[in-house]
């Protein structure tokens, strides 16, 4: 059984709605650019801040916005998610074949791993698990902008 059969009934939930088609159409990229462009780059300049100064009070100030956003950026990343594969289903748009679903999914896959990683408290601290943390959330914000470019273009396509 095709993903589609599950998630075609929550899609024509959401079709009942009237919502208009640009907001239909849009209305993901343009959240998700929000969360990634600006939400992004905030916790990783805070991230790599705080690994960079050499002023203690920087770089606590820094350490501190960075867990409090990192977790707000990760759950709407994971909802913008849904939202944008139900938005492929409304639009009677393939899923598996999109370059974009894949960086999506890998997205997903780098955020769970990295707070993973901060969840253990880092090992108990160790630098090897705070230096991959902070290289392996370089990675998964370059595959976000890579992964709004290929939306981008999708969007366009569609």
């Known amino acids: 059984m095709e993903i589609r059969q599950y998630l075609e009934p929550i899609a024509d ?9 640009p907001i239909v159409h849009w209305g993901h990229p343009l959240m998700m650019g929000i969360v990634i462009f600006v939400m992004g780059s ?17 770089a606590i ?7 409090k956003i990192a977790p707000f950026m990760s759950l709407f990343i994971g909802l913008g998610y849904t939202g944008g594969i139900l938005s492929l289903v409304m639009q009677e748009q393939e ?29 108990g601290n ?3 698990l705070r230096t991959t943390h902070a290289y392996l959330g ?8 890579v992964h709004a470019v290929l939306g981008l273009k999708l969007g366009l396509s569609i």
């Open 42 to 58: 905030f916790v990783g300049i805070t991230g790599w801040r705080r690994r960079l100064v050499t002023d203690e009070a920087v």
């Open 95 to 123: 899923i598996f074949t999109s370059p974009h679903f894949w960086t999506g999914s890998l997205v997903l896959i780098l955020l769970g791993a990295n707070g993973f990683i901060s969840l253990t408290k880092f090992g």
């Open 61 to 67: 100030e820094s350490a501190s916005s960075h867990r």
């Open 126 to 128: 160790q630098a090897v």
């Open 13 to 21: 939930i959401f079709r009942n709605f009237g919502t208009p088609e």
């Open 138 to 145: 370089s990675i998964a914000l370059f595959v976000m902008f």
